[in-house]
């Protein structure tokens, strides 16, 4: 989809009626997968939880943040000057290193 100039030869990367249609079946069979395989799952997994006062918390998710976003821009920054260094597209490097960068939290 974000291919066009490659597929169908369109100069615009647009979403058409078919790409839309597409993204939906696909939607529709991952979740219609996650339901049912959620479902089958009988097992009893005990977790344990841990209490943390609410500073604590609010403290932890406000570090993870700035951190986050700090890792971001430092991810970024030199993902630009290695780019420039070496000659290669930051275009190139977009499409390489930052999306994955941008995937490890997950």
């Not at 700035?66 to 597209?89: E, K, N, P, R, W």
């Not at 930051?90 to 960068?101: A, D, K, Q, V």
Request: net charge negative.
């Amino acid at each position: 989809m974000a291919n066009d100039i490659f597929l169908d030869g369109n100069t615009a990367s647009v979403l058409s009626r078919t790409d839309g249609i597409l993204l939906i079946a696909f939607f529709v069979v991952f979740m219609y997968y996650s339901f049912f395989s959620m479902k089958k799952d009988d097992s009893e997994h005990e977790v344990e939880i841990i209490k943390y006062s609410t500073k604590k918390s609010i403290l932890m998710v406000v570090a993870g943040m700035v951190l986050l976003a700090g890792g971001g821009q430092v991810i970024v920054h030199f993902a630009s000057i290695f780019a420039t260094d070496y000659g290669i597209s930051e275009w190139i490097i977009g499409l390489t290193i930052i999306s994955f960068g941008t995937s490890l939290p997950e």
